[in-house]
């Protein structure tokens, strides 16, 4: 008996010991995919903050987003992406005088609306405008992708034209 009690003593011992150990496992794996997402977002914000750095430099220096549209011929355009990036370039292509057509997001309800702007779904299809510039940076060559199979028009990223201008 007691080596039966022995045994189911080790047993319990290692029953437990796997379990902790898988526990572990699957809080550090749980961990470490939360700390890749954060780092991520991180890195979003960090090249974000020096694109608007730039963006300003640009502007203090006399360098305008609409003017750099204008010279190509691009008076009307759509955005995609309606997030808080947008609503600087839509005040400042308006004050440019770019006529901003539309915007496009996939969450066109909790998107940054000025005025009575129309906001399409990307699945949507699009009026016609001179050019696409796309204000989600982390994500412009797969958007890029997708809008070539629907749109006749340049496409173009933000990020590229400030740091072209």
Not at 19 to 25: A, L, Q
Not at 30 to 54: E, G
Not at 92 to 117: C, F, M, R, T, W
Request: glycine share 6%; net charge positive.
């Amino acid at each position: 008996m007691k080596a039966e009690n022995k045994a189911k003593k080790i047993a319990r011992k290692i029953s437990l010991i796997t379990i902790s150990t898988v526990c572990i496992y699957e809080g550090s794996k749980y961990i470490h995919n939360k700390i890749a997402k954060m780092q991520k977002n991180v890195n979003q914000n960090i090249r974000l903050y020096y694109l608007m750095n730039r963006w300003t430099q640009n502007l203090q220096n006399g360098k305008s987003i609409a003017e750099w549209l204008k010279t190509r011929g691009y008076n009307n355009v759509a955005i995609y992406g309606m997030g808080i990036v947008s609503e600087t370039l839509i005040s400042e292509l308006s004050e440019g005088g770019i006529n901003v057509l539309y915007g496009i997001d996939q969450n066109p309800n909790k998107a940054y609306l000025p005025g009575n702007l129309q906001v399409c779904y990307p699945d949507e299809n699009f009026p016609d405008a001179d050019i696409v510039m796309v204000t989600i940076i982390s994500a412009y060559p797969a958007l890029k992708a997708a809008l070539n199979n629907k749109l006749a028009c340049p496409i173009v990223s933000l990020e590229d034209i400030v740091y072209n201008l």
